[in-house]
């Protein structure tokens, strides 16, 4: 057990000066290594922290994520990966305030650090239960587009892989007709599709899917690797939504384009990349949320489309992650009290959150 007198100075101890996650292993776990601002603002302007962790980070003036097993292990994988053989899929899951979502945003600034094409969801129900816009397909018969949000995900894109994407020169592969006089012809930029998306909304749905298709064939043909990342994926196959018909009718996610087009991308039908989702109850509606398990969040479709996939649970902090965690706290002037700092203190606090992430973090805030 590890011990604190009530005078104890808190040492830096819980902090890794590693800043590449490339280079993340056990001997890092339960520590924080920090996230420049630049970077921050390339891979999470458009979402990918959880609100509450955002909002934290900018409070005490600095992003620092943990290393956590979750992580280390799927970091492992990934530096072992035979790129010739077709994508793993890999399946984040826990309790809802686990730390899922700061675990894919680690594996996100490690694909970024690796050199990857990012494609990444920051949170599936923002489609389904919030839809900003959604109007029936101007391609896809009995489909519907998110126009909107889909110029927003163009942007998002752009934002995350803007550099690599100058550097890697990707051209299309076919012809695109949107409308009689408009068409993307094939052996064009990649940035030509997705400028065209951003400034028309109209098309940005079947961008998205385009760009989806054209990473897919880049990474076959070895032009890029290809890094997805998805939060909520389980979401797709929820059996509800916030959309309607003119009639009042709801709108299934499977119906919706942008779902074929993540679906499409989450198959095991290419290489050269790797597929990073996770499950969460908070993603379905109250009555889908007895367990926390892929099976179960997932339902038989969402299962058999990931199936064979790697499972990783992201539990609740182990005893080294609490004490880490509360240093951090306690360094950064965020938790006060003096008894913090005492055993007896850190063990009253990880009775009452039960070391459960989310609930330290709204624990601590009045202190």
Not at 77 to 85: E, R, S, W
Not at 198 to 210: D, F, L, S
Not at 216 to 225: N, P, W
Request: include cysteine; glycine fraction near 6%.
């Amino acid at each position: 057990m590890i011990r604190f007198s009530p005078t104890e100075t808190i040492t830096d101890t819980f902090r890794t000066n590693e800043l590449n996650p490339v280079n993340h292993k056990k001997d890092h776990n339960g520590r924080f290594y920090s996230i420049s601002q630049s970077v921050k603002k390339q891979l999470f302007a458009g979402g990918g922290l959880p609100k509450e962790y955002k909002e934290l980070s900018e409070t005490l003036n600095g992003l620092s994520i943990m290393v956590r097993k979750p992580a280390i292990e799927l970091i492992t994988y990934l530096n072992k990966t035979n790129f010739d053989a077709p994508v793993t899929r890999y399946v984040l899951y826990g309790k809802t305030g686990s730390g899922k979502s700061v675990s894919m945003a680690h594996i996100l600034h490690y694909g970024s650090s690796a050199g990857m094409v990012l494609v990444h969801v920051p949170w599936v129900p923002n489609w389904v239960r919030f839809p900003k816009d959604c109007t029936p397909s101007v391609i896809h018969p009995n489909k519907y587009d998110h126009p909107i949000q889909s110029v927003e995900w163009l942007k998002h894109f752009s934002t995350q892989n803007g550099p690599l994407m100058q550097k890697l020169e990707l051209k299309t592969t076919e012809n695109y007709a949107w409308s009689k006089r408009e068409m993307t012809a094939a052996g064009s930029p990649l940035s030509e599709l997705i400028d065209l998306g951003m400034n028309r909304a109209k098309y940005a749905t079947n961008c998205v899917t385009a760009l989806l298709g054209e990473l897919k064939k880049a990474a076959v043909s070895k032009r890029c690797r290809v890094l997805v990342v998805i939060d909520g994926f389980n979401s797709f196959f929820s059996p509800k939504s916030r959309v309607q018909r003119e009639d009042k009718s709801m709108v299934l996610p499977t119906e919706f384009v942008l779902t074929d087009a993540f679906l499409s991308l989450t198959r095991n039908d290419w290489n050269n990349g790797a597929i990073v989702v996770s499950v969460d109850a908070s993603a379905h509606p109250s009555e889908l949320r007895e367990s926390p398990l892929p099976r179960y969040q997932l339902g038989k479709q969402g299962f058999e489309h990931l199936d064979p996939f790697i499972p990783i649970e992201v539990p609740n902090y182990s005893e080294k992650e609490f004490h880490s965690q509360i240093d951090y706290y306690i360094e950064r002037n965020w938790l006060q009290q003096p008894k913090a700092r005492t055993e007896r203190g850190r063990a009253e606090l990880s009775f009452t959150s039960g070391n459960h992430p989310l609930s330290l973090m709204k624990l601590v805030a009045p202190y």
